[in-house]
């Protein structure tokens, strides 16, 4: 029986374990995935129980991504790119693989068709969240990327990071309080918790005027997964936009997870049918 499982603190919101669930039931085998909330100072203990226990691999959600990192044996292209892990297979020697499944399922849930080839992309937020995006959205040809922050300085690391990785983008860091337009943009990712069940759920990280100005062609793409539907993403259907809700994102990276710790190809529909009905 396959051992898996999901690290991090807290996880009371949680609904990795019911789609993951779905996926390995998809491709037949029978397995378990437990919940282990896992505070930071708690971290090197879960290791230890997780080797001591059978555990053929797990997920890590935040505060855990990025020190994570430094108990990997190995480590993938977009982990590394990212700088933070969120799925580890582990292995027969009980060595830890990371990998960085965000990255895939961003990508993904863009239809390919969304041309963005040397365009502007507008992220809200310069978080953990952030950096799937600028992986994602600079391997789709995106040329230039406008942060909008509430914290310039706490942004700096981020910042750095990101152009030190992609020399050939263009990176922009701006208050987000004080957005002009964004007319000349064709994707807004909001990498913000801002409409999250439990989190300002009633609002969004945009005024609805920052709405009113955009090009009827931008893309805007919510992270956001739980509702399915923020104020966000309504406000922008409202006028005719283009949207993603982050249930898509959350389905594809679980996808690519299984498929690192199985070898095979989970069916998403029942994935995501598992993940609405747990919403």
Not at 120 to 142: D, H, K, M, P, Y
Not at 244 to 257: C, F, S, T, V
């Amino acid at each position: 029986m396959f051992k898996l499982g999901i690290i991090g603190y807290p996880l009371g919101h949680s609904i990795s374990a019911v789609i993951q669930k779905a996926g390995l039931e998809s491709i037949g085998l029978e397995g378990c995935y437990d919940v282990m909330e896992t505070p930071p100072e708690d971290l090197i203990s879960r290791i230890k129980y997780i080797k001591a226990n059978g555990y053929n691999g797990f997920n890590v959600t935040i505060p855990l991504k990025v020190p994570m990192s430094l108990f990997l044996d190995d480590i993938d292209d977009y982990a590394n790119i990212a700088g933070c892990v969120n799925t580890v297979k582990v292995g027969d020697d009980k060595s830890f693989s990371g990998y960085n499944t965000d990255i895939y399922g961003f990508k993904k849930a863009i239809p390919a068709e969304i041309d963005l080839n040397g365009k502007n992309a507008s992220i809200l937020g310069t978080g953990g969240a952030s950096r799937a995006a600028v992986v994602g959205l600079a391997e789709r040809g995106v040329k230039e990327i406008d942060f909008y922050t509430r914290n310039i300085i706490n942004s700096r690391q981020t910042l750095d990071y990101v152009r030190a990785k992609f020399p050939n983008v263009n990176f922009n860091v701006y208050q987000i309080q004080s957005i002009r337009s964004l007319a000349h943009t064709s994707i807004i990712v909001n990498a913000t918790p801002i409409g999250m069940k439990g989190y300002m759920a009633d609002q969004m990280p945009l005024e609805r005027a920052d709405l009113d100005k955009l090009n009827p062609e931008t893309l805007v793409y919510d992270i956001v997964y739980n509702p399915v539907k923020t104020v966000l993403i309504q406000e922008s259907q409202k006028r005719g936009l283009r949207t993603i809700g982050g249930l898509d994102m959350l389905i594809y990276q679980a996808e690519r997870a299984i498929e690192i710790w199985t070898g095979k190809t989970p069916d998403t529909k029942v994935m995501k049918i598992a993940a609405l009905e747990a919403l």
